[in-house]
């Protein structure tokens, strides 16, 4: 698709320069469901210079935490974070890839001590950024950030 008018927000957290086809997870990861009643707009496939297409999520009145920027650098880490007050962006920066997750992405490896039925931590840490993997700290199992399941 080529150029398209998303509206824009009065107050809240614009997640820009989602790599295309990723908007979904980024709305799981934020809890958007049924049930969620603040506005959110959602674009997808729409045109971008830097990334050739991307993905944008909206969301009226929400600041993210950290932990949530967290998971979003996972899925999206070229995402922009833009805080919107009163129309204007007070703050735009990026995410930052965590060195390591704690507690956040699901071993996919079911023998792994992580998925045990008493339960430890899930602990992984980021073994290279280009394509983004991370290591089970327990079970050196490999998950490539794009096929992540996190806990959410
Ligand atoms: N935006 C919005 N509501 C506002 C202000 C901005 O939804 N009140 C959105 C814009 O539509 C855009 C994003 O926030 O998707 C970033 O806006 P802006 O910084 O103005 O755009 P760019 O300069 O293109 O951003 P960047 O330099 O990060 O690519
Ligand atoms: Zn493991």
Known sequence: MAELK????????????????M???VLRILGIDRGFSDVVVVAMNVKSSQLGSKDIVK??????????????????????????????????????LPKELRGILK???RNCITNAAEKVESFF???????????????????????AELIL
Do not use: M, W
Request: a negative charge; proline letters at 5%; aromatic letters at 4%.
């Open 6 to 21: 998303v509206s824009k927000v009065k107050r809240g957290t614009v997640i820009d320069h989602i790599r295309a086809g």
């Open 23 to 25: 908007a979904p997870a």
């Open 59 to 96: 969301v009226e009145n929400q600041i993210l935490d950290e932990e949530t920027l967290k998971k979003i650098s996972i899925i999206a880490p070229q995402a922009t974070i833009n805080i919107v007050k009163e129309f204007e962006i007070v703050e735009k920066r990026g995410v930052s």
């Open 107 to 109: 071993c996919p490896n």
């Open 125 to 147: 840490v980021c073994k290279q950024e280009n394509p983004i993997e991370f290591r089970c700290h327990y079970c050196e199992e490999l998950v490539e950030a794009e096929r």
